[in-house]
């Protein structure tokens, strides 16, 4: 990295301190080793050891694992305390792809706003990345057009709305069989290859290889409200809906959005789910499917659902904030920000 991509990424770093201190959030800085995670059937994980001093046996090794995401420290503090918060620290994700905007190290910010929901979570976040760009503004390698396109609203997209607007069809009204059939008419192979797949994978596919790209990157985009067969750790919501066809139907979604930029998935946000059943639930499913898929299976942190519980009503973003960098300073690779690695 050459002194003027220091200088940019460490402006990065104050500015973004800046901000949320200025906003009265509490900096946090836990630590990077965990002995139990939060499970996410999605991502593998970095297991490592602590080795015991002066000991032998099976009680000389302690198994630790590289934090996915800091956010297993950072709940435990919102239910202590109840403050607004937030952190800059390493993440580890093993089998990561290794290219243009992936890194199995990797810089991620996130913040959790107290007394707030998913929506309160969008303004907050177009004011910092709109300060963002003002704070490097003045810098060599500071790209121009990127500030004009944070300076606007972010475009808001409900999921459903995205996909009748890029996709053609209402993803709350379409079971397996027509994400199928969809994926066949939009080009994405025939429905025999398809045979045996779940929803959410259909979903998935539809998503990553006909909606995102289609998104403009002349504006930020949020996409919001995902569909609640799609599992995460954000409240629900419940709504009842017409056909075409006047048949009524539920329509499930959790309050989540990701945020895109120019193309790139930048931010993903919830209102936190504080129900301790529901993620206790949630936990015990995602960990039985990592104990039989993970290459790295890892303890579940006890009872966190309980934690959960005993926090404020708030809204968290997990940004990747060497995105962040790359794409203030213009480019399209991490690598010109990044110290090295793998």
Request: charged fraction near 25%; glycine fraction near 6%; proline fraction near 7%.
């Amino acid at each position: 990295m050459d002194i003027e991509a220091l200088e940019f990424r460490a402006a990065c770093l104050q500015a973004a301190r800046n901000f949320f201190i200025g906003c009265d959030y509490l900096e946090l800085d836990t630590p990077a080793l965990a002995p139990a995670l939060i499970p996410e059937s999605c991502l593998e994980v970095f297991r490592t050891e602590y080795l015991k001093p002066f000991k032998t046996g099976e009680e000389a090794a302690v198994p630790l694992f590289l934090v996915p995401s800091p956010e297993v420290f950072i709940k435990p503090v919102i239910a202590a305390h109840g403050r607004s918060v937030f952190q800059l620290s390493k993440c580890y994700r093993n089998c990561e792809s290794v290219g243009h905007i992936h890194s199995p190290e990797f810089t991620m910010l996130e913040y959790y706003t107290m007394q707030a929901d998913y929506r309160n979570s969008i303004l907050i976040t177009e004011a910092f990345l709109q300060t963002m760009a003002q704070a490097v503004a003045g810098l060599p390698l500071a790209d121009p057009e990127l500030g004009a396109v944070l300076s606007k609203p972010f475009l808001q997209l409900t999921m459903d709305e995205a996909f009748k607007r890029y996709a053609g069809f209402s993803l709350a009204e379409a079971e397996t069989p027509e994400l199928a059939l969809n994926a066949e008419r939009l080009g994405l192979g025939g429905r025999a290859q398809y045979e045996g797949w779940a929803w959410d994978d259909l979903y998935e596919l539809l998503l990553v290889h006909c909606i995102e790209p289609q998104l403009p990157s002349d504006v930020p985009v949020a996409l919001l409200d995902y569909p609640a067969r799609v599992p995460c750790l954000a409240q629900e919501r419940t709504e009842t809906r017409t056909a075409a066809d006047g048949r009524r139907y539920i329509w499930k979604t959790k309050e989540r959005w990701e945020v895109y930029v120019r193309g790139v998935e930048l931010a993903n946000c919830y209102t936190e789910a504080r129900d301790a059943e529901e993620i206790n639930h949630s936990f015990a499913d995602e960990a039985a499917i990592k104990n039989t898929t993970a290459r790295v299976p890892h303890p579940v942190p006890d009872n966190f659902g309980g934690i959960c519980a005993r926090m404020p009503p708030c809204s968290g973003v997990a940004m990747g904030f060497d995105r962040l960098i790359m794409l203030l300073g213009g480019k399209k690779t991490l690598s010109p920000f990044l110290y090295g690695g793998i």
